[in-house]
């Protein structure tokens, strides 16, 4: 079973740090497109960032609202994603959520990823 477990949501003030978690279950991320999107209420899913599958580079990508403030990262041993989110502004503040997909041709699209975790809360005070 497929599983995505994302932990480490929580309050914050502006200008903090928090650090993102999402642990794989039934796949191994490193072939896996793995992103973070997040969703504030009455929207949709907003794209964050992605690590790409190794055998497609392993590259990264970032929204221009998260670029130089956010960083996406693996660790294949703990099959886990990590968003680690610096200078964090009100703005930021949204239910981030964590996918992933084996294939997909545009990795900020949210109807790509086929696998999705339940979400953790971001509130970030002013």
């Known amino acids: 079973q497929v599983q995505l477990v994302e932990s480490g949501g929580g309050l914050v003030q502006a200008g903090g740090s928090l650090r993102l978690s999402c642990a794989a279950s039934?796949?191994?991320?490193?072939?896996?497109?793995m992103a973070w999107f997040r969703q504030t209420p009455g929207k949709d899913r907003e794209f964050v960032a992605v690590?790409?599958?190794?055998?497609?580079?392993?590259?990264?990508k970032y929204s221009d609202s998260v670029k130089g403030r956010f960083t996406i990262s693996r660790v294949n041993a703990k099959n886990t994603v990590y968003l680690q989110m610096n200078s964090l502004k009100p703005e930021d503040t949204a239910v981030y959520y964590c996918?992933?997909?084996?294939?997909?041709?545009?990795?900020?699209?949210?109807?790509?990823?086929?696998?999705w975790g339940q979400g953790t809360q971001v509130t970030v005070s002013s």
């Open positions: 690590i790409v599958a190794t055998w497609r580079g392993g590259f990264t």
């Open positions: 996918a992933a997909d084996p294939s997909l041709a545009d990795v900020a699209l949210e109807r790509e990823y086929h696998t």
């Open positions: 039934g796949l191994t991320i490193s072939n896996y497109y």
